[in-house]
């Protein structure tokens, strides 16, 4: 699966054990648990508060670390989300986070040996111990165990930090080339259209409009890595050649040979390819220069649009059901 942008990238500080008691084998779902639906608890030993405990590589340390999940979570969540957000937007992704770490470890391994997972942005989440405060810790306490369920199975939590307007299919956002799953959809993003406080504001408007150049030769390695032998110059023909039902490009013309619109943008680095809800494409001056809405691949949830929805007084639930098409939030916890 190809990863999301999250608004931030940085990996960071050790996990802490806490003195986690560990029990050989998985302990029964506790009172409340509803647990209809599936996940590796057989593969998972937990702790006595009945929580799973995974082996996770800390990348700055470069050692394994074993914590529970709600633990991991909490470094997720601060490295994905800005710590000060609405909570029920934080709610909102830690239900998202806990949701990919067990569809994580349903359908992979881990690159790293020993470890369940990590704190790897190419291989899982992004993570941010250091920004873990007491408002990262309510949203995951006020949410724990809560996962997404799409018919009893653990869908992608896909997320992204902007949609430009509205979200995307898989295909379209993410160059999906199985069948289109049954939970992703294309709604508005209910974005805001104004953040509060200097910085916010400013995040906010770097996420809706965005402007990159690319030398030709960049763009012609990048499609290289593709497949794709392109020759590039000024004034050479460009198109868009398929839009999804967004409205980004699934396919680009560029110079007469076709390329992965989604592909490109990885290919080329997310953070300057924000996204591929494209709006201008020329040739000049030596380079390829792009312009475009939003910020991330588009497919599952908008941060932003979680910040603008708990902002008008939307719950956690509500924000991620309204997402992901027939969902329901079950505890397996």
Known sequence: MKKTAGLALLLAAALALGGCAVSAEPAPAPEGATA????????????????????VYVVADEAVERVDIETY??????????NDW????????????????????????????????????????????????????????????????????????????????????AREGLGWDEDEPPYTQVVPGNEPESAAGEKDARMLSEAQHWQAAFPYEEVEAACGTLGVDVSLADGAKLTIEERGDSGRAVRLGLSGQTVDAADLRIALGSTKMRSTLI???????????????????????????????????????????????????????
């Open 36 to 55: 209809q639906v599936d996940w590796p608890r057989e593969r998972l030993e937990a702790n006595e508060d009945g929580v799973p405990v995974v082996d």
């Open 279 to 333: 709006t201008s494409l020329r040739a000049q001056e030596g380079k390829l220069v792009m312009a475009g809405t939003g910020y991330g691949h588009g497919v599952g949830m908008s941060q932003w649009g979680a910040y603008g929805m708990a902002q008008a007084g939307s719950t956690a639930e509500e924000i991620v059901t309204y997402y992901f098409r027939d969902v329901s939030i079950e505890k397996l916890w």
């Open 73 to 82: 979570v909490e470094g997720v969540l601060a490295g994905e989300m800005k």
């Open 86 to 169: 609405p909570i029920e937007a934080l709610k909102a992704q830690a239900i998202l986070a806990r949701t990919f770490v067990l569809k994580f470890l349903s359908d992979k391994e881990s690159r790293y040996e020993g470890a369940d997972i990590s704190t790897d942005i190419e291989e899982a989440q992004a993570y941010d111990a250091s920004a873990v405060n007491d408002r990262i810790r309510q949203a995951v306490s006020e949410t724990e165990g809560l996962v997404l369920s799409a018919g009893g199975e653990l869908p992608y939590a896909w997320f992204h930090a902007h949609s430009g307007g509205l979200t995307a299919l």
